[in-house]
């Protein structure tokens, strides 16, 4: 079974940038999709990216082209890299994984899909 340690969030200035990591340990990270989901002050849980075991990357179109998912398998860590940050984006970001092996879907957005949670990374975006 992996578990998951989310990592990188902190404070940041609008229009700035982050990278959160989530690394993974007690199972090799390339047997699974890794997605990352955040829940802002009051928000309902939501989906912002992911990456297959393949490395094929899925983003929630409200957010791309300002974040961007990357795996290191070799490192057992996944990536969100976070630019051009807004208040909007201030939440609790987490990432989660599903097994490959189990789903061959090619939709990562229902929160429900994912087995293994993280424990979460404060971002706040002010100034």
């Known amino acids: 079974e992996v578990q998951l340690q989310a990592s990188g969030g902190g404070l940041v200035q609008p229009g700035g940038s982050l990278r959160l990591s989530c690394t993974a340990s007690g199972s090799a990270l390339d047997r699974y999709h890794i997605g990352w989901l955040r829940q802002g002050p009051g928000k309902e849980r939501e989906w912002v990216s992911a990456v297959n075991v393949g490395g094929t990357t899925f983003y929630s179109d409200s957010l791309k082209g300002r974040f961007a998912v990357s795996r290191d398998n070799a490192k057992n860590t996944v990536y969100l890299q976070m630019n051009v940050l807004t208040p909007e984006d201030t939440a609790l970001y987490y990432c989660?994984?599903?097994?490959?092996?189990?789903?061959?879907?090619?939709?990562?957005?229902?929160?429900?899909?994912?087995?293994?949670w993280g424990q979460g990374t404060q971002v706040t975006v002010s100034s």
């Open positions: 989660a994984a599903v097994s490959g092996e189990y789903y061959r879907g090619t939709t990562f957005s229902d929160p429900l899909l994912y087995d293994f």
